[in-house]
């Protein structure tokens, strides 16, 4: 995948997102929407994991936001080991729009609906 506008120069998609595992507008800050996702790397010790948010001009039809799952690969590659990595992001404030979140991984996405 290229990069994106947000991305930073050394880092790159992870290769798949496996679950999110968070999603919530928080109590103490009505308009600020907070996610966690779980993923997977092809090799070991990578850093710095992240989602990012989409910056999206107009609404997206269908209610969706969306996030990279960036992080920083190590400077060498051990391929034997695919470990799992987490990471955070946060919308803020929450657009009316919102129906949902979807992150986008090398390999796959996954979408979860807004409860």
Request: charged share 30%.
């Amino acid at each position: 995948m290229q990069q994106r506008g947000d991305q930073l120069k050394d880092e790159k998609y992870v290769d798949e997102v496996l679950e999110i595992e968070t999603l919530e507008i928080q109590d103490d800050s009505p308009n600020r929407l907070v996610i966690s996702a779980r993923g997977r790397t092809n090799s070991d010790r990578w850093s710095r994991p992240r989602l990012v948010a989409r910056n999206h001009v107009n609404p997206p039809a269908d209610g969706i936001q969306e996030f990279h799952f960036f992080a920083s690969p190590p400077g060498s590659v051990d391929t034997r080991n695919t470990p799992e990595i987490k990471a955070n992001g946060a919308v803020d404030p929450v657009p009316e729009w919102l129906e949902g979140v979807r992150v986008l991984a090398d390999k796959n996405s996954l979408e979860r609906p807004l409860d």
